[in-house]
Nanobody, 125 residues
């Protein structure tokens, strides 16, 4: 059974930074493409960033491009997202996901059969 656990969320002032981590267990981490999604109150879950299994391709939502950086460490079975220049509109629950880009686009939730429980990020103005 594949399990994903996020960590690193918290409260930060606008303009600040946070780094989220996600550890994957129960599967072959290096075979998964990985993604980060977020869901703000009253809104649908949306794509943030994704990285291919070999880390040779990365994808970002336009809203975070230039501010967020996704990375992974296959030896540690972990994926990260470094979030800089945070804005109040980045406030959301952030979810880590594992899957396969070949199923659908990296930005699509359907590419990811495995999900974590989420970690809250709150950016104050």
């Amino acid at each position: 059974q594949v399990q994903l656990v996020e960590s690193g969320g918290g409260l930060v002032q606008a303009g600040g930074s946070l780094s989220l981590s996600c550890v994957v267990s129960g599967g072959t981490f290096s075979s998964y493409d990985m993604g980060w999604f977020r869901q703000a109150p009253g809104k649908e879950r949306g794509f943030v960033a994704a990285i291919s299994r070999s880390a040779d391709r990365t994808y970002y939502a336009d809203s975070v491009k230039g501010r967020f950086t996704i990375s992974r460490d296959n030896a540690k079975k972990m994926v990260y997202v470094q979030m800089n220049s945070l804005k109040p509109e980045d406030t959301a629950v952030y979810y880590c996901a594992a899957g396969f880009f070949g199923v659908a686009a990296p930005q699509a939730m359907g590419s990811y059969p495995y999900w974590g429980q989420g970690t809250q990020v709150t950016v104050s103005s």
